[in-house]
C-alpha cells in the first residue's frame, strides 16, 4: 500500500506565486488534514475534511484553500505565496471518527520555501 | 482550548541511558493522548497511545501513563539505542482535532 502520498517533496516560490500542494491516499479514508510544521512550534492544523465535499478550518487556515471532490485526494492551494508560508506541510489521513479510528497516517512532507 | 505541552529539548544521551520526555496536557473533556515520532527525513508515525484514565500505552519499548490527577502523559524507556534518535511529539485528540507539541529532539550517541 502506498498509504498518503505527498508531492510535490520540495517546492521554491517567489511572493506573490500561487501553487497546489497534492495529497492523495488509497486506504478509504474519510478524514484527511494538513499541517505545518515550524521550528519550536510543533504542528498546526490548517484545514481538514471529514469526507467528500466537506472542509472546514483549522487553528491556521489564513493563507491557503482546500477543497475535497473525492475521497481520495485533499490538495492544499497557496493564493499569493508569503515569506511567512516558508514550512514543512503535512498531510494525513485516518478512517473515520471514534477511539478505534484516531490514529494518522501521515504522508512523508513537502518542504516549501518562499523568497 | 486544548494544549500540549513538553519539555523543550534538544536531549542527547548515551546508548542504553534511560530517556524521559516529559507532557502535561490542557483539555475540557476526556480526550485521548498519543506520541507520534519522526525519523530524519521522514513523516510522523504513532508510537503509542493511551484512551483513558491510568491507561499505559507501550510500543518498542517506549511507555507512556495516562495520569489525570497530574494531567501528564510523560514517555520513557529504560535503555536508548542509537536507532531511537527522532523528534517525539506528544499530542491529544479533541474529536477531529489533533493538537501537537512542540516537539523533543533526541539524539542518541553509540
Known amino acids: 500500500n502506498a498509504g498518503v502520498t505527498q508531492t510535490p517533496k520540495f517546492q521554491v516560490l517567489k511572493t506573490g506565486q500561487s501553487m497546489t500542494l497534492q495529497c492523495a491516499q488509497d486506504?478509504?479514508?474519510?478524514?484527511m488534514s494538513w499541517y505545518r510544521q515550524d521550528p519550536g512550534m510543533g504542528l498546526r492544523l490548517i484545514h481538514y475534511?471529514?469526507?467528500?465535499?466537506?472542509?472546514d478550518q483549522g487553528e491556521v487556515p489564513n493563507g491557503y484553500n482546500v477543497s475535497r471532490s473525492t475521497t481520495e485526494d485533499f490538495p492544499l492551494r497557496l493564493l499569493s505565496a508569503a515569506p511567512s508560508q516558508t514550512s514543512v506541510y503535512f498531510c494525513a489521513s485516518r478512517a473515520g471518527t471514534g477511539i478505534a479510528n484516531e490514529k494518522l497516517f501521515f504522508g512523508s512532507g513537502t518542504q516549501l520555501s518562499v523568497l | 482550548g486544548d494544549s500540549v505541552t513538553q519539555m523543550e529539548g534538544p536531549v542527547t544521551l548515551s546508548e542504553e541511558a534511560f530517556l524521559t520526555i516529559n507532557c502535561t496536557y490542557t483539555a475540557t473533556g476526556y480526550p485521548s493522548l498519543f506520541w507520534y515520532v519522526q525519523y530524519p527525513g521522514e513523516g510522523l508515525q504513532l508510537l503509542l497511545k493511551a484512551t483513558k484514565a491510568d491507561d499505559k500505552g507501550s510500543n518498542k519499548g517506549f511507555e507512556a501513563t495516562y495520569r489525570k490527577e497530574t494531567t501528564s502523559f510523560h514517555l520513557e524507556k529504560g535503555s536508548v539505542q542509537v536507532s531511537d534518535s527522532a523528534v517525539y511529539f506528544c499530542a491529544l485528540s479533541d474529536d477531529y482535532k489533533l493538537s501537537f507539541g512542540a516537539g523533543t529532539t533526541v539524539t542518541v550517541r553509540a
Open positions: 475534511s471529514v469526507g467528500a465535499g466537506i472542509t
Open positions: 486506504m478509504n479514508h474519510e478524514y
